[in-house]
C-alpha cells in the first residue's frame, strides 16, 4: 500500500459546525503533515507530527486542532471555521530519514 | 532564508518541446530539492528529487539540473507531452526539519 487516503474528498460546513478531517497511510512512515492550499497557490504547511508528537505548529489558529491517535492515522478537527479557511487540506507522510512526501488527494472544504 | 523561488509562473510548449522550470533558494542548509507535479483536484505527486551532492538526475523524461555555488536547480521535461499538463512545484527542506518549503509553482500547458 503506497497510499495517503483522506477522507472526506468534499467537505461543506457552516462558521458554527465542528467537522474532522481523517488521513491514513499504511507505509510505516513515521512523519505525518498537515498542508493547505489555496487555488493557485502552493501548499503551505500546518502541522507536522513525528512519531505521533506534534513537533512543529505554523502558528495556526487553535480553531484547527490536530491529532494524531497512531502511527498511521492523522485527524485535523475543525471548529469554528471562518469562510477564508475554504480551501484545500492535504495530508501527507515521510519516511523519517528520506525527504520524500508521499501526498493524499486532500479534502476540498468549504465553509459558509 | 527560508524562501524558494520559481519561474516562469506559467509556461506554454507545443508537443514534443522542452519545458525548463528553475528554482533558486538562499538557505544553504537545504539539502533536499524535490519536484511535485499537481493535476486539478488531485494532491501534489513526487516526480523527482536531488541532493546537493550531485549535479543532475534523470528520470524517464524528467531532469533536474543542480548548481549548489549558484544556488539553483531546474526541471526540464524531455518530449513532453499534452498529459504533461500541469502544475510543477519546486520544493526544498533541511535535515531535521522535516518540513517542505515550496515555490509558488508553474502552470505547464503542452499544447497537441
Known amino acids: 500500500d503506497t497510499e495517503v487516503t483522506q477522507t472526506p474528498k468534499h467537505l461543506v460546513m457552516g462558521m458554527t459546525n465542528k467537522k474532522s478531517l481523517k488521513c491514513e497511510q499504511h507505509?510505516?512512515?513515521?512523519?505525518m503533515y498537515w498542508y493547505k492550499q489555496k487555488a493557485k497557490k502552493p501548499p503551505e504547511l500546518m502541522f507536522v507530527y513525528s512519531y505521533e508528537k506534534l513537533s512543529i505548529n505554523e502558528s495556526v489558529p487553535s480553531r484547527f486542532s490536530p491529532e494524531c491517535p497512531n502511527s498511521s492515522l492523522l485527524n485535523l478537527h475543525l471548529h469554528a471555521l471562518q469562510p477564508e479557511d475554504s480551501a484545500l487540506y492535504l495530508c501527507a507522510s515521510s519516511q523519517e530519514v528520506a525527504g520524500g512526501y508521499t501526498f493524499g488527494s486532500g479534502t476540498r472544504l468549504t465553509v459558509v | 532564508q527560508q524562501q524558494v523561488k520559481q519561474s516562469p509562473q506559467s509556461l506554454i510548449v507545443q508537443k514534443g518541446g522542452i519545458p525548463i522550470i528553475n528554482c533558486a533558494y538562499e538557505n544553504t542548509a537545504f539539502d533536499y530539492f524535490p519536484w511535485y507535479q499537481q493535476f486539478p483536484g488531485k494532491g501534489p505527486a513526487l516526480l523527482i528529487a536531488i541532493r546537493p551532492d550531485v549535479s543532475e538526475k534523470k528520470e524517464g523524461r524528467f531532469t533536474i539540473s543542480f548548481n549548489k555555488s549558484a544556488k539553483q536547480f531546474s526541471l526540464h521535461i524531455m518530449d513532453s507531452q499534452p498529459g504533461d499538463s500541469a502544475t510543477y512545484f519546486c520544493a526544498a527542506s533541511m535535515t531535521g526539519r522535516r518540513a517542505l518549503t515550496f515555490g509558488s509553482g508553474t502552470r505547464l500547458q503542452v499544447q497537441p
Open positions: 507505509m510505516g512512515h513515521r512523519a
